[in-house]
């Protein structure tokens, strides 16, 4: 329920605006974060569904670049690339990328015909006694944690499509004697790709109660390091 005379705060990170004087073509918009070094960490775009609500266990929805005619605005949460999913399993941790450190950074905004760019400057929270040398090894340990659980949920959904071509090559030739042999070395991958699975994901979570009932497995393990540390 939304009331109209209830305050909102605003969202966390840095907010940039632009104006369009059209509509944007079928390339629609690109929104790009880079850091000093010109390392690409964040892509926004303009295509997707706006509506889309999260859901636990899964990467949230990307935000979308809106595209009205005339003002626009777009938050930017001072976070790197979210973490890809894994088709039909239930993974407890946050699929958000990690912060970025202060320092100094680049928005570039693309359209088919037009380039704007702009540079952020991210402060340190006076609060903290942090040292530059400091956030330096968090942000080196992180990018560690974050390749980490790319690495193991990439490898997941190529070795799933991997047993899925087994399985087609299977079916096809179960009928003819010749290859039985062969048949039978495709079941002995498929366990050999299913036991290895289970060393990354905790493949019986459904819900978040499973947690209690289920021990989380390397991927999930890698997820809660990067938020501690983060």
Avoid: C
């Avoid at 690339?81 to 946050?94: K, M, R, S, V, W």
């Avoid at 570039?108 to 991210?122: C, F, G, N």
């Avoid at 190529?158 to 062969?182: F, H, I, P, T, V």
């Amino acid at each position: 329920i939304r009331f109209p005379n209830f305050g909102k705060n605003p969202p966390n990170g840095v907010t940039l605006d632009y104006y369009l004087g059209e509509e944007p073509d079928s390339v629609g918009l690109v929104l790009e974060i880079s850091d000093e070094q010109g390392r690409l960490l964040r892509t926004y775009t303009s295509t997707g569904d706006d509506a889309a609500k999260p859901r636990p266990g899964v990467p949230p929805p990307a935000p979308v670049l809106p595209t009205e005619i005339g003002l626009n605005r777009f938050t930017w949460d001072f976070r790197n690339e979210t973490f890809p999913g894994i088709e039909d399993a239930y993974i407890i941790g946050d699929f958000r990328g990690h912060m970025v450190a202060p320092g100094t950074y680049k928005a570039r905004l693309m359209t088919s015909k037009d380039t704007v760019s702009t540079t952020i400057k991210v402060l340190p929270d006076p609060n903290w006694n942090i040292t530059p040398d400091e956030f330096r090894a968090q942000q080196e340990m992180l990018q560690k944690i974050d390749g980490y659980v790319i690495q193991i949920h990439e490898s997941i959904n190529k070795m799933r499509k991997s047993k899925d071509q087994l399985k087609q090559y299977q079916s096809n030739l179960k009928d003819k004697d010749s290859y039985q042999d062969l048949l039978v070395l495709g079941d002995t991958l498929m366990a050999r790709i299913d036991r290895w699975e289970l060393e990354l994901l905790q493949t019986k979570m459904k819900t978040q109660q499973d947690v209690v009932n289920f021990r989380s497995k390397l991927g999930a393990e890698f997820m809660f390091l990067k938020g501690y540390i983060d």
